[in-house]
């Protein structure tokens, strides 16, 4: 790896820093120099500037569709250098294991992000919720609609994850519609130079999408303003100067903050020795010590556990965390790495020695290390502690060592268990490893309040299960209180953390118009041909087939009963109706679900390729022996599909409102129904 001083990646081009008064950045297993950090100011208002002015532009242009296989095309673009960034990644002290989750598993954001545009429409913006009618006879109404903010994403990102913590917030913002300055921390930003490098050759991304600073950026954010959004990832006190400031506040500049927390696992009270629950509790906290060195900010610290089985869990974690090979990730038979560098132990240490005025040591991994290159600067074994009065204590609810740091501590009860776990003040996850579901219920009733996510660990999902401290995509990110009260990704809730909701109110027909989705009450245009015997792209929001009528009979709701099977008393016996609310027998609601499909469809082949769904079906009126029903067919909404492959036809998705409606021109039925549409023109 080169010494050289990294370069940021700025206003569209690389810009290297002066050399002088550069600060080095060591490698974590060696001790050598493998990179600088350049020291100087930057212009921050031109940075953000052009940020907002050309990759804000570019990127709320595209649609969700358009922005979701453009993180698609990325990740699988990133998948075949990442060998690349594995290499870079052994100077950060990580195993390959630990490196898995950080390049991988940030690839793995992309890829599940890319996936999240099938949940949004094929426009720039995105609803937010259903059509709502705000007056007697339906003339006027809203919308929520959520639009690209018009500024930058600003991401200050912490050392112990250097591409996931990249990759899992830029993933969120580009597919809202934002481009993103990105500022790791310096001492691992060599490795997300190398990934960022890549992101920007590979030409995939519009221009402007992504900048990168490496190094200090002391006064970038007293140029963002009201149309920005800042994100940080760090320790609680560096967070809270960060959320206070000035500027932050003058502008009410979107924040969110993921801090560092005292995270929990707790053993059920019913969990014995040689129960599969108690294995799978001690490999969880060993695992949680060891992984990334304990650089998590999702790290098991305070391991809590029934008073009569502290010793048992004491004896078994000694064991397991005394297996534990250090040393060099590239040598073999290594499971557990350094720390980032020799300023972060130092700090460890510190943390280690307070808490021990608390409790007392009862394990600490010898240093034999393997490897002709380490040097013992940023290496440190794991540290197990125990505290037999947690509820008197005081460091170890309060005070985090980031590093391979825990503390045992016992409790007499399951709600003795949720207090003590609430004393970390508010946490980003914990994990219940118990067999039994009411004490599971009562837990979570408990002790959901101060934290972001919760596990729980038992026989029947261990072989599947993700683990304490994996944070998955879809998943709410954050946790109150000492956690920083923010929620990175979380799936469709993290996109909207990039957009600004305003409620639209207007006509039916002209809601239709702006969202570019039929709203109920809206215009409706008889289609010619067929809706049924039209393409893809010919076919045009809130135009209608209106059906001929039918007159529903008794016979009809016979057939359909011997039909289906369904016997239910509202449809075949008059005399058990008393105290309910039909006057007579009912049809069945799927029978006029499938009578509607009956008279919408249009028999005749044509590029309707397939019927694959059917969304928010609805009984609304009881339809009695005598009714007459027809239906309006509308074109509702549609969505453009990606090829599967070059032999694969060109296609979308089209979704038609059905509404059946009686002789009093009221609704009877409606539904939405998923229909696949091919293209006219089959090419591109």
Not at 143 to 157: C, M
Not at 523 to 547: K, M, N, S, W, Y
Not at 583 to 589: C, F, L, N, S, Y
Not at 624 to 646: H, N, S
Request: glycine letters at 8%.
């Amino acid at each position: 790896m080169s010494t050289s001083t990294l370069a940021h990646y700025i206003n569209g081009t690389w810009h290297s820093p002066s050399v002088s008064n550069a600060t080095p950045l060591v490698h974590a297993v060696s001790g050598q120099v493998v990179a600088h950090v350049g020291n100087e100011s930057l212009n921050f208002d031109s940075i953000l500037e052009y940020g907002r002015s050309i990759g804000n532009a570019n990127l709320r242009r595209l649609t969700f569709q358009q922005r979701g296989l453009m993180l698609k095309r990325l990740a699988l673009h990133l998948l075949k250098h990442k060998e690349a960034f594995y290499e870079a990644s052994w100077a950060t002290g990580a195993t390959r294991a630990d490196a898995w989750i950080d390049i991988e598993g940030g690839i793995g954001n992309l890829f599940s992000y890319a996936s999240l545009r099938r949940q949004f429409g094929d426009q720039p913006f995105a609803l937010d919720g259903d059509y709502i009618p705000l007056s007697k006879h339906g003339t006027f109404g809203a919308q929520h609609i959520l639009t690209p903010k018009e500024g930058v994403a600003v991401h200050i990102n912490a050392f112990n994850f250097p591409v996931w913590g990249m990759l899992e917030k830029v993933a969120v913002n580009w597919l809202a519609g934002m481009p993103a300055i990105v500022k790791p921390a310096s001492s691992t930003s060599f490795l997300t130079a190398t990934v960022a490098k890549e992101i920007i050759n590979s030409g995939i991304l519009p221009e402007g999408a992504l900048q990168l600073i490496c190094g200090p950026a002391r006064t970038m954010l007293d140029s963002v303003d009201e149309r920005d959004v800042v994100t940080f990832t760090g320790s609680a006190s560096t967070g809270l100067k960060l959320k206070s400031h000035p500027n932050l506040l003058a502008h009410a500049v979107r924040f969110n903050m993921e801090a560092d927390s005292l995270n929990s696992a707790v053993l059920g009270e019913h969990v014995t020795p040689g129960d599969p629950e108690f294995e799978l509790f001690i490999k969880e906290v060993r695992k949680e010590m060891i992984v990334k060195a304990g650089q998590k900010c999702t790290a098991v610290r305070r391991v809590f556990v029934p008073r009569n089985q502290v010793d048992n869990v004491q004896e078994a974690l000694v064991h397991a965390l005394s297996k534990a090979v250090i040393g060099d990730p590239q040598h073999e038979g290594v499971r557990m790495g350094a720390l980032v560098n020799k300023s972060q132990k130092e700090e460890v240490l510190e943390k280690l020695n307070l808490l021990k005025t608390e409790a007392q040591s009862i394990y600490n991994h010898p240093m034999a290390l393997l490897g002709e290159e380490t040097v013992e600067d940023a290496f440190l074994g794991p540290q197990l502690l125990r505290n037999d009065k947690p509820a008197e204590a005081t460091y170890c609810h309060d005070v985090e060592a980031f590093g391979p740091v825990a503390t045992l501590m016992p409790y007499d009860s399951i709600d003795e268990a949720i207090t003590l776990t609430k004393k970390g003040k508010g946490s980003l996850c914990c994990s219940l490893v118990s067999p039994n579901a009411q004490e599971a219920r009562e837990f979570i009733a408990g002790a959901a309040t101060m934290h972001g996510r919760i596990l729980v660990l038992d026989r029947n999902c261990a072989k599947e299960s993700t683990g304490h401290g994996s944070p998955l995509p879809l998943l709410t990110h954050g946790g109150p209180g000492r956690a920083g009260g923010g929620e990175e990704m979380g799936g469709v809730r993290g996109v909207h953390h990039y957009m600004q909701r305003t409620a639209i109110q207007g006509s039916p027909t002209a809601l239709t118009a702006i969202t570019q989705k039929y709203q109920p009450g809206g215009q409706q245009i008889e289609a010619q041909p067929h809706l049924f015997q039209q393409h893809f792209e010919d076919l045009v929001i809130g135009h209608t087939v209106t059906t001929a009528k039918h007159t529903v009979t008794e016979a009809d709701i016979v057939n359909f009963a011997n039909v289906s099977g369904d016997h239910f008393y509202a449809h075949v016996d008059e005399t058990s109706l008393d105290d309910t609310i039909f006057e007579g027998r009912v049809a069945h609601g799927y029978y006029l679900l499938s009578k509607a499909a009956g008279l919408f469809v249009d028999a005749k082949k044509g590029p309707v390729l397939l019927n694959y769904g059917v969304e928010q079906a609805r009984f609304t009126k009881p339809v009695y022996p005598g009714t007459t029903v027809g239906v309006r067919l509308t074109v509702e909404d549609k969505i453009e599909q990606e090829k599967r492959d070059a032999d694969d036809i060109r296609k979308g998705i089209v979704k038609f409102r059905v509404d059946m409606y009686d002789h009093t021109e009221e609704s009877v039925a409606v539904a939405t129904i998923l229909t696949m549409v091919k293209f006219r023109d089959q090419q591109g």
